[in-house]
C-alpha cells in the first residue's frame, strides 16, 4: 500500500497499474490482484488507510474540545486540535497530492474520497461549533471550516516546492500551525 499510495500521489491514478505497483512494493503481480482485487481496490484501501490515520490523530483532539466549556475561540483545546491537524497533514503529504489529481473533476474517486471525509467532518465540527459560537468565524459552516482546513492546512505540504519556493526554506508544520492559528484569531483579543 506504500508503494501505491507513492506512485498514486505522484502520477495519479491513471498513470498507473497494478503490475508497477508490485514491481515497486516487491511483490508478484498476482498477490496484489488477491489481496486488493483490481487497482481500485489498491487505491481505496490507500485511502481507507490515510482516512483512518488520519481520524486517529484528530478524535483524540476533538473529543478534548467537546469536553470542555469555553467562550474563548482559541484557548488550548482549539489550538492543539488545529496544530493536530496541520501535523497530521505534514505526516500525510501524498493525501494533499491525491486530493489534487482526483478534486480537479467529478468521478468516482472523488465521490470515495469525499466519503472519507466524514471522519475528519466530525473531528472538525466542534471545532467549528466553538469557532462559530465565540464570534469569531460566525458565518462559517462545518463543511466550509474543513475546506479551508484541507486547502491552507494540508495542500501545503502537498506541494513542498512550491511552499519551498515561497518561503525560501522547507515548510515547517509548527510554524505553519501557528501562522494559521493567528489568521483565524488575529481579530480576538484572547490569543
Known amino acids: ?7 498514486f500521489a505522484q502520477r495519479g491514478v ?24 483490481s487497482k ?16 486517529a490523530t484528530l478524535q483524540p483532539l476533538a473529543d478534548a474540545i467537546t469536553r470542555t466549556e469555553t467562550e474563548s475561540p482559541c484557548e488550548p483545546d482549539t489550538a492543539a486540535f488545529i496544530e493536530g491537524f496541520i501535523r497530521a497533514c505534514a505526516r500525510q503529504p501524498d493525501i494533499a497530492r491525491l486530493l ?6 467529478p468521478n ?12 475528519a467532518r466530525a473531528a472538525v465540527a466542534p471545532v ?7 464570534g469569531a468565524l460566525p458565518d462559517v459552516d462545518d463543511d466550509e471550516f474543513l ?20 518561503l525560501g526554506q522547507p515548510l515547517s508544520p509548527d510554524r505553519h500551525a501557528r501562522v494559521l492559528l493567528a489568521t483565524l484569531f488575529s481579530g480576538t483579543s484572547d490569543r
Open 128 to 134: 467549528a461549533a466553538r469557532l462559530r459560537a465565540s
Open 147 to 166: 475546506l479551508l482546513l484541507l486547502l491552507a492546512g494540508m495542500l501545503p505540504f502537498g506541494v513542498p516546492a512550491l511552499a519551498q519556493g515561497v
Open 1 to 7: 500500500m506504500a508503494a501505491a499510495r507513492t506512485l
Open 108 to 119: 468516482d474517486r472523488l465521490d470515495y474520497l469525499l466519503g472519507s471525509l466524514n471522519s
Open 100 to 105: 489534487v489529481h482526483e478534486g480537479s473533476v
Open 40 to 55: 481500485q481496490g489498491v487505491w481505496q484501501a490507500v485511502v481507507d488507510a490515510a482516512d483512518a490515520e488520519f481520524a
Open 14 to 37: 491513471d498513470a498507473v497499474g497494478t503490475r508497477e505497483i508490485a514491481g515497486a512494493a516487491g511483490v508478484t503481480h498476482g498477490l496484489v490482484r488477491h489481496h486488493f482485487g
